[in-house]
Nanobody
């Protein structure tokens, strides 16, 4: 397994969760990493991405001001801190990686490696 997500669960509206994506060794240390989500019956949508140099990030409008992406010092774990969660944030959240050196992107088709996902459920 190259990307392994964890940290999902059930939380009440207004609560917080921190998702983690652990990568295999240094394979993705120079990759832009992204978070996507897919709610039941809906298409997969972009949430946030972090450039491998940690110098820039990109957020979906729905995530701005509430979610933050970060990475461990060794670049082997990628995080999504989610605050002020809403019921509409309920989805399976996926971690994804672009090829090395690739820039930020909000397009799922440009990410070449995917995790299996972790369920986030926000109750009203």
């Amino acid at each position: 397994v190259q990307l392994l997500e964890s940290g999902g669960g059930l939380v009440q509206a207004g609560g917080s969760l921190r998702l983690s994506c652990r990568t295999s060794g240094d394979t993705f240390s120079r990759s832009t990493m992204g978070w996507f989500r897919q709610a039941t019956g809906k298409d997969r949508e972009f949430v946030a991405a972090l450039r491998w140099m940690l110098d820039s990030s990109l957020y979906a409008e729905s995530a701005k001001g509430r979610f933050t992406v970060d990475r461990s010092a060794d670049r082997n774990t990628f995080y999504l801190q989610m605050n002020s969660l809403k019921p509409e944030d309920t989805a399976v959240y996926y971690c994804a990686a672009r090829d090395a050196w690739a820039p930020l992107s909000d397009r799922a088709s440009e990410y070449t490696t995917w995790g299996q996902g972790t369920q986030v459920t926000v109750s009203a």
